[in-house]
């Protein structure tokens, strides 16, 4: 297997069976976005205590790369201070433009969105959970 399939099939993984589906109920941080271009819609729910995000899920609707990187984006940030979460969200963005990024920074399943960098259109897709994850920390 080459380095584009296994990427492949670690993006299908977290679309087929996503990690934190659902939504949490009490006293989380709840944020609603959608990417304007194709209307695809995430609901993502942040449990943040003493600067660590505790726990995150997500719901919505959407292509295969947003699903997928929902479910990567909150596996990656839970357990994760508020400051790592951002750090991490910096360097994927840095990834989506294709930039120089800091590689000292595990970037786990994440690095398997590496080739939408490629393609233009589809950066918003995979970008959205980060961006929605980057709103509610902030309104925290
Ligand atoms: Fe950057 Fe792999 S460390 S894409
Ligand atoms: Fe809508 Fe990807 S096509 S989020």
């Known amino acids: 297997k080459n380095l584009d399939q296994l990427y492949r099939s670690v993006i299908m993984d977290h679309y087929k069976n996503p990690r934190n589906k659902g939504s949490i109920e009490d006293g989380a941080l709840t944020i609603d976005m959608n990417n304007p271009t194709c209307g695809d819609r995430i609901h993502l729910t942040l449990q943040v205590e003493d600067g660590v995000i505790q726990n995150a899920k997500f719901d919505g609707e959407g292509c295969s790369i947003s699903m997928a990187s929902a479910s990567m984006m909150t596996q990656a940030v839970k ?62």
């Open 79 to 140: 357990g994760k201070k508020v400051e790592e979460a951002l750090q991490l969200s910096t360097v994927f963005s840095e990834m989506m433009l294709g930039k120089e990024h800091d590689d000292s920074i595990d970037l786990e399943d994440i690095e398997a969105l590496n080739g939408v960098s490629k393609f233009p259109a589809r950066i918003k897709c995979a970008t959205l959970a980060w961006k929605a994850m980057e709103k509610g920390v902030s309104e925290e």
